[in-house]
């Protein structure tokens, strides 16, 4: 579903990722993990379109279309969600304005019908329940005065919105609570647990896996992928940290 | 036949015409080219004014040519001919309407075109059911049809062209017209005086409630037309009315000066509320062949505890030089200025307000967004003045600025004058550029890069917009979107 091959990408001529190659196929949820610096950020931005993230060598191919050609929006049109490490606040504008204004432009993308204000507000209202958040939230500006936590589960009740194809979640585990943990992470299986679906997660630490139980684990070291495996891997970079793995 | 072909025709058959006189040719659509004592008589006389209308006019004419244009605004104004206008231009003269549909529907497929709210067609179309806003459309300096007349009657409300007021309400017209802006109040103010051509004029008598937001769309229609609006609202003890206003105008090759007055005088406890959504043409990308727009906008709340609001959402004209004011003279009254003004390419604006205090207890509240794109500039200018007598009175004025691009400008010139120590004045101003993130984080959820620049600079300007009522409120908000169509990439 998302095949990675050989890439390589610079930040303001700062070479981040090294050939990086991944294929996530239809139906898996693959995990990576790495220190600071290895280029995770990197990659789920590269992916999803950021500009200043520039391509210098090797391809992704999303469904089979080349997703670097896309741009940002392109790419969200055709199923792909990026679960922000530090979402980013749009004052003045509501969550429910911004995410019936997302989803109904995705929609029109694909030729699809758009969500009528109602049809929105329903959808919208149990996909925040289905996460615990307060449904009043939503009327809130995006991102505006909430907490780090608040802010990473705002990022799953737009996922379990706009209901994409294949979701990049950049560090979406970090800043939250144990309970918020469990929340985040049945929200994930929910939304995203599907044959048809597939999950890149991003995190620095073992105990999201716990909850979503990932198909493969990678360790993404200075801009490579230096071991595979399975959640045994995790476990065991827990408890060892990277230095010894990579050895 | 194309509009224009046909205005060019009927300006040479009044050319031809003109030589043998046209003062009492009330047949002609036009007042021939330039400014002269003949062309307010012209003017005067096409409306069937009384004396009295022509002696001011007159007066503000003579007043006008010893009066020098503006100089201090941060605006690049070409020199203006003002011999080589129009003052006076007129759709053809036809019976009043009983409704819209009668309207010629030329007019009616422009109405479309400039995007007036569906409901308000509604209204206009007749349809039962539909809410209530009378529209007094202003057509080339002349009321064509004017809906709702009835029922504001049986409130009480006053609600006519300003020609039709000064022939069927000179009493209150005398009283009141130049009251708030005096003719010399400057050049532009001055201009309007000698050689308004249309406009409205709206009374509501004491404790009324008026039944319905007031509202009334500009165009300008004929080509080289100057247009010089005469608005005249009057509220009296305890009453209450909501104003409407807002504008477009089509392509144009050559600059066409607007200079409009409008007066609010608020009696006793009564509130106005004066909401505008201002989308002049703009001039092309490189600035040729916009609007320019010198408005005097005042209110003066002349009874205690009486209110006046402006909302503003500016985003059309070349130029844009403009300062809806109010004079707080009523003990505890209050002023409130709420704008957004949005320049693009080539744009000029140098807007802002002038908050007078003068009674005891009166406030003000200024909220100004400056949202600057291409190489426009955007100037925020702001007077607070509190009066030696004005115990008590209190001030906040919040300015933010946001940039788009790195070509253009956004400057903030506020003058805060008090003279009495017990006044608490607040001041807070901030600029910023629109940030990458922001964009970033709305393009991966699916908005392209156009919806997402709408998007964020709504959120931007959305304190000003919630002033506005509901279907203004959308409006403007797709007029910003539309309005930075291009100025980001």
Wanted: glycine share 8%.
């Amino acid at each position: 579903m998302l095949e990675i091959t050989n890439l390589h990408a610079t930040v303001a001529d700062k070479p981040i990722l090294n050939g990086v190659s991944l294929n996530v196929p239809a139906g898996e949820v693959h995990a990576i993990m790495g220190p600071n610096g290895s280029g995770k950020s990197t990659l789920a931005y590269v992916l999803a379109g950021r500009p200043g993230y520039e391509v210098s060598e090797g391809g992704a191919a999303f469904d089979g279309h080349d997703l670097l050609a896309m741009e940002p929006h392109e790419r969200a049109a055709a199923g792909l969600f990026l679960g922000f490490q530090y979402p980013v606040e749009i004052p003045g504008i509501s969550y429910l304005q911004f995410l019936r204004e997302s989803l109904n432009s995705q929609r029109r993308a694909r030729g699809e019908a758009e969500l009528s204000a109602g049809e929105f507000i329903k959808l919208a209202r149990e996909q925040a329940q289905l996460l615990d958040m307060d449904a009043e939230m939503l009327k809130r500006p995006v991102n505006v005065g909430f907490s780090g936590g608040e802010k990473k589960r705002a990022e799953m009740v737009q996922m379990g919105i706009l209901a994409p194809k294949f979701a990049i979640l950049d560090e979406t585990d970090s800043g939250l609570d144990i309970d918020a943990l469990r929340i985040v992470g049945d929200g994930i299986n929910r939304i995203m647990r599907a044959p048809d679906k597939g999950v890149l997660l991003i995190t620095h630490y073992e105990r999201l896996l716990e909850h979503v139980r990932p198909d493969r684990v990678h360790v993404l070291q200075a801009g490579r992928i230096t071991r595979s495996g399975d959640i045994d891997l995790a476990r065991e970079l827990e408890s060892t940290g990277y230095a010894e793995a990579a050895a | 036949m194309n509009e224009a072909v046909k205005n060019a025709e009927l300006r040479d058959k009044i050319a031809q015409d003109y030589e043998w006189g046209f003062v009492s040719d009330v047949e002609q659509e036009f007042a021939p080219k330039g400014l002269s004592e003949d062309t307010i008589r012209f003017i005067s006389a096409k409306k069937n004014e009384p004396e009295w209308m022509l002696d001011w006019r007159l007066k503000a004419y003579r007043a006008w040519l010893e009066m020098e244009e503006v100089s201090w605004a941060k605006l690049d104004i070409p020199e203006i001919d003002y011999q080589n206008a129009y003052y006076y231009a007129a759709p053809k003269a036809k019976p009043k309407l009983a409704s819209l549909d009668e309207l010629d529907p030329e007019i009616r497929r422009t109405y479309e075109k400039l995007g007036i709210p569906i409901e308000e067609q509604k209204v206009l179309a007749g349809v039962e059911g539909a809410a209530k806003v009378a529209v007094d459309a202003v057509f080339d300096s002349v009321s064509v049809a004017t809906t709702f007349r009835e029922e504001l009657k049986k409130a009480g409300v006053i609600f006519l062209s300003i020609s039709e007021a000064i022939r069927e309400q000179p009493e209150l017209v005398k009283k009141y017209l130049g009251s708030v802006v005096p003719q010399r109040d400057n050049y532009f103010a001055c201009l309007n005086s000698a050689v308004f051509s249309d406009g409205t004029f709206v009374y509501v008598p004491e404790g009324v409630r008026c039944p319905m937001e007031l509202s009334t769309y500009f165009r300008i229609n004929a080509e080289n037309t100057g247009q010089f609006e005469r608005t005249l609202i009057v509220a009296d003890k305890g009453s209450y009315v909501s104003y409407l206003e807002g504008c477009t105008a089509p392509m144009r090759d050559e600059n066409q000066l607007h200079a409009a007055v409008v007066e609010i005088f608020a009696h006793e406890a009564a509130e106005v509320k004066y909401s505008t959504v201002q989308n002049w043409y703009p001039g092309d990308k490189e600035g040729r062949g916009g609007i320019f727009n010198f408005v005097t906008k005042r209110a003066l709340c002349s009874g205690d505890r009486s209110k006046v609001s402006w909302t503003q959402v500016e985003t059309g004209s070349a130029i844009t030089w403009k300062y809806p004011s109010c004079i707080l003279k009523g003990d505890g009254s209050v002023g409130e200025f709420y704008s957004v003004a949005l320049t693009n390419n080539r744009q000029q604006a140098d807007t802002g307000t002038k908050m007078i205090h003068i009674g005891a207890n009166t406030r003000s509240t200024i909220v100004s967004k400056g949202i600057s794109a291409g190489k426009s500039n955007n100037t925020y200018r702001g007077l607070v003045r509190v009066l030696p007598r004005a115990e008590n009175v209190r001030n906040f004025t919040q300015c933010d600025s946001l940039l788009l691009g790195s070509d253009c400008g956004a400057h903030t010139v506020p003058y805060i004058e008090v003279k009495n120590p017990t006044a608490t004045i607040e001041h807070e101003a901030t600029t910023s550029k629109i940030s990458e993130d922001q964009l970033f984080y709305a393009m991966s959820r699916g908005l392209d890069q156009e919806a997402a620049v709408a998007l964020i600079v709504n959120g931007f300007a959305r304190e000003v917009l919630k002033q506005l009522p509901m279907e203004f409120a959308v409006e403007a908000q797709k007029l910003l979107g539309i309005s930075l169509e291009g100025s980001v990439g």
